[in-house]
């Protein structure tokens, strides 16, 4: 299932322990660079997903007109 912005939905997937402190992790040892946190959420995300689309997921992130 896709969100109206084409980003993968897991309808039933349920995050872990291990993904929060995984992105925990990445949040500080990236935290001061927006582009290195950007990109280790892509690789994380692919690797749990392979039909991640970091693209995709770049250009969510990027939209200003989000809420």
């Known amino acids: 299932m896709l969100d109206i912005h084409g980003v993968f939905l897991y309808t039933d997937y349920i995050m872990t322990k291990k993904d929060y ?4 992790t990445i949040l500080n040892k990236y ?3 927006e582009h290195m ?3 280790k959420l892509c690789e994380y995300f692919k690797k749990d997903n ?3 689309n970091p693209d995709k997921f770049i250009e969510l ?3 200003d007109k989000l809420i």
């Open 21 to 24: 402190i995984a992105i925990g």
């Open 61 to 63: 992130v990027a939209d």
């Open 37 to 39: 946190i950007l990109l």
């Open 50 to 52: 392979p039909k991640f």
């Open 31 to 33: 935290s001061k660079s």
